[in-house]
């Protein structure tokens, strides 16, 4: 057995992806350390993080001076400096892509939030921001948005890797499966090699406990309080029971025999936000092969510190799951309308890191004339 629990972890099958990225991390040799100490494999990012990381330290201040002298606008510079630091760390993971055979070694960046409800736009960005990036381990993250399913197909069906981020519900998440699939069986008719393409399907775990955690307090029942803090294990459960059957059925039987890979499911949106609950709770619990978890920075910590892995807590786990749900629903509690306000509230977020985003890059390019 392995001495830490993270490489306990990457034993069991779970692929660990860090939710952080930064100028300062790569120059450091910060995210170097981590891949050697806590077996990460992978990074994703989102408008919230890169707001975050230009907000401290001067690691950008050259290339804002040099954007600043060459007078591009906010967008471009934004463009410029994201895609810089996804390349970065795309070398910096490329020899995990190359011995997992692109399975890992994966750094995925957004296209603008704002186009979340724009099919053609986010078409149109993922391409751009893929051909930016120019590593063929970087994944574009599209939001799985009704018309972010549209882009997923056109995308993938371009032999563009794809990260599909922002899913709550079994119900999308069977859509995006299946505009994954398509997206395959138009590269394959193209001619493009299969085993080229690779996808990850983000489901979000905490944000799921958060909503009905506080539908069920309105309730009040004893009932109630008991299914606390169970919805979100349970929906990523009965999500990893979906990926089994539709990986195992006909259609991506027929593509896989053909090059294809599996798009495997990642748990997303992993850290606690009860502080009541162990904070390691959504890696422990949803330890199975075959997937990733993507971790922010503190959960990592606590996985590494105390984490404790007993192994496959997914597998055999669906009947429960499926009581679980329905006994939420039996509360009078639409698990339907929750995950649909999380989608909704997600873009919204998202919109506003990105606008914190263009405001902070747009200080710092008037400071730099």
């Not at 972010?148 to 079994?170: D, K, Q």
């Not at 085993?195 to 955690?213: C, L, Y």
Request: zero cysteines; charged letters at 25%; a negative charge.
């Amino acid at each position: 057995m392995s001495t830490t629990p993270t490489a306990q972890l990457s034993e069991v099958g779970v692929s660990i992806w860090l939710d952080d990225l930064s100028r300062e991390r790569i120059k450091s040799e910060g995210l170097q350390q981590l891949i050697a100490e806590r077996d990460v494999v992978g990074v994703t990012t989102n408008p919230t993080i890169f707001a975050s990381a230009l907000s401290k330290g001067e690691a950008y201040d050259e290339q804002v001076r040099e954007l600043a002298a060459a007078g591009v606008d906010v967008t471009k510079a934004v463009f410029e400096i994201t895609t810089d630091d996804v390349r970065d760390a795309s070398i910096v993971f490329r020899d995990i892509y190359e011995s997992s055979k692109g399975f890992d070694g994966r750094v995925s960046i957004e296209v603008e939030p704002g186009l979340a409800h724009d099919a053609q736009g986010t078409i149109e960005q993922a391409k751009a921001l893929w051909a930016k990036v120019d590593q063929p381990n970087a994944m574009i993250k599209i939001p799985a948005t009704v018309e972010g399913l549209e882009a997923i197909t056109a995308v993938i069906a371009a032999g563009i890797s794809v990260n599909v981020t922002l899913i709550f519900s079994l119900e999308r998440y069977a859509a995006v499966i299946d505009a994954y699939l398509a997206g395959l069986e138009q590269a394959k008719a193209a001619g493009i090699d299969l085993s080229t393409i690779h996808s990850v399907a983000s489901f979000f775990v905490s944000r799921v406990d958060s909503e009905i955690d506080k539908r069920l307090d309105a309730v009040g029942t004893d009932e109630a309080a008991a299914l606390k803090s169970k919805a979100g294990v349970a929906n990523a459960q009965l999500a990893y029971k979906l990926y089994e059957e539709q990986f195992a059925g006909e259609r991506a039987a027929a593509l896989i025999g053909a090059g294809a890979n599996p798009q495997r499911p990642l748990w997303a949106s992993t850290g606690v936000k009860d502080p009541s609950l162990p904070d390691t709770l959504y890696v422990t619990e949803l330890a199975v092969a075959g997937v990733v978890n993507t971790m922010p920075e503190k959960t990592l910590e606590a996985t590494f510190d105390h984490g404790v892995i007993e192994g496959d807590r997914v597998t055999g786990s669906y009947a429960a799951a499926q009581e679980v749900i329905d006994a939420i629903e039996a509360q009078g509690i639409s698990v339907a309308e929750v995950t649909a306000l999380l989608e909704k509230e997600g873009v919204e977020k998202f919109i506003v890191s990105w606008n914190e985003l263009l405001e902070t890059v747009t200080s710092a390019l008037e400071a730099a004339k």
